[in-house]
């Protein structure tokens, strides 16, 4: 499947060259990278295909629910090595020595508010850190940058979200844009931070030890996107963004 979606790699990597950091933390062995995910989740097959250029694995993603059930999306998906964002799926993936690939914000970052860009919204999204106590594997913080200025969310259609998912946060977006409904020909930077060993003797049942463990990871992937997107910004727009 990877080899069948180079072409529309190509084409896409024209409107929007790639660059990778910190590759050398990736481990040779099992990790959970976690990091933001774009508007609209649109740059994470240029970043899936660079994993897989550069390293030669491709990783496993766990996606959310919401994705599984959007006809097309759920089946690229599944051939790309995508599963449903489970504990068992993600151990399954992890015992076999992937890297798993795993955007805490979900739905609530690909779907975002022009004034949450690059901000993650993991809330209490601590599947990923309950995880890594069980398995054992580091986390690798990943950041994204460029990948929040492709498509500009300026409104959502109120109660589409819970009328088809059963949750607000689902919220159908309108994009529009400079170039209409086409995305911003903008370069993507991606970094990759080192790795977050979990706790010695911290329990994957121990809530607090999960919610520690969390705000640990949270804490240092945020200062390396807001770093991260500081430097993207003042190579490609000249300025400061936002944050």
Known sequence: MVHALRPLVRALARLHPVTFEGTENLPQGPAILVGNHGTLGYESLL??????????????????????????????????????????????????????????????????????????????????????LKAGVPIIPF??????????????????????????????????????????????????GKPVVPPTGANADDDGAVRAFHHDVWTRTQALLSDLTRDWSIANLGDHPKL
């Open 143 to 192: 950041a994204g940058a460029g990948v929040d200025d492709t498509f500009r969310i300026v409104a959502h259609i109120p109660g589409s979200g819970r009328m088809l998912m059963g949750h607000a946060k689902y919220d159908l977006p309108l994009v529009w844009g400079r170039r209409g409904l086409l995305p911003e020909a903008v370069p993507f930077s991606f970094r990759f």
């Open 47 to 132: 970043f899936f295909e660079r994993i897989f250029t550069e390293c030669g694995r491709l990783p496993v993603g766990l996606a959310d629910r919401f994705f599984f059930k959007i006809p097309g999306v759920r089946d690229v998906l599944v051939r790309l090595g995508g599963a449903r964002g489970t504990i068992p799926n993600g151990l399954r993936a992890l015992s076999q020595g992937n890297l798993l690939v795993i955007y805490p914000g979900g739905a609530r970052e690909t779907l975002k508010h022009e004034s949450d860009k690059y901000r993650l919204l993991w809330g209490k999204s601590f599947g990923f850190a309950r995880l890594a």
